[in-house]
Nanobody, 124 residues
Framework: VQLQASGGGLVQAGGSLRLSCAAS????????MGWFRQAPGKEREFVAS????????SYADSMKDRFTVSRDNLKNTMYLQMNNLKPEDTAVYYC??????????????????WGQGTLVTVSS
């Protein structure tokens, strides 16, 4: 599967963005999907994930009240709605596909395919 993340940009603190991750190749619905991010000088960290059907989701504690992950299997796309953005949310956001489709994995080692990343910059 090939993944293409988009939707990043510059936004003021308190604003919103919606990221998209479009998939092509192998059937999208056979994968669990996730979002991770990497800020400058920091390691990649888990953001949110969703299982193959969309029925199960996981969130990092600092984001669960502000971010919403979803997927549309008919459009082969995963989304991340980000509200009330903070400067500390500034990072490159990556989407990944995991073969373990039934769970919403929080572990980057479960993800075998990655998109190229989209930059989110939140100004104060």
């Amino acid at each position: 599967v090939q993944l293409q993340a988009s939707g990043g940009g510059l936004v003021q603190a308190g604003g919103s963005l919606r990221l998209s991750c479009a998939a092509s190749g192998r059937t999208f619905s056979t994968y669990g999907m996730g979002w991770f991010r990497q800020a400058p000088g920091k390691e990649r960290e888990f953001v949110a994930s969703v299982n193959w059907s969309g029925a199960r989701t996981s969130y990092a504690d600092s984001m669960k009240d502000r971010f919403t992950v979803s997927r549309d299997n008919l459009k082969n796309t995963m989304y991340l709605q980000m509200n009330n953005l903070k400067p500390e949310d500034t990072a490159v956001y990556y989407c990944g596909a995991a073969d373990r489709a039934t769970i919403a994995s929080t572990l980057d080692r479960d993800y075998s395919h990655w998109g190229q990343g989209t930059l989110v910059t939140v100004s104060s």
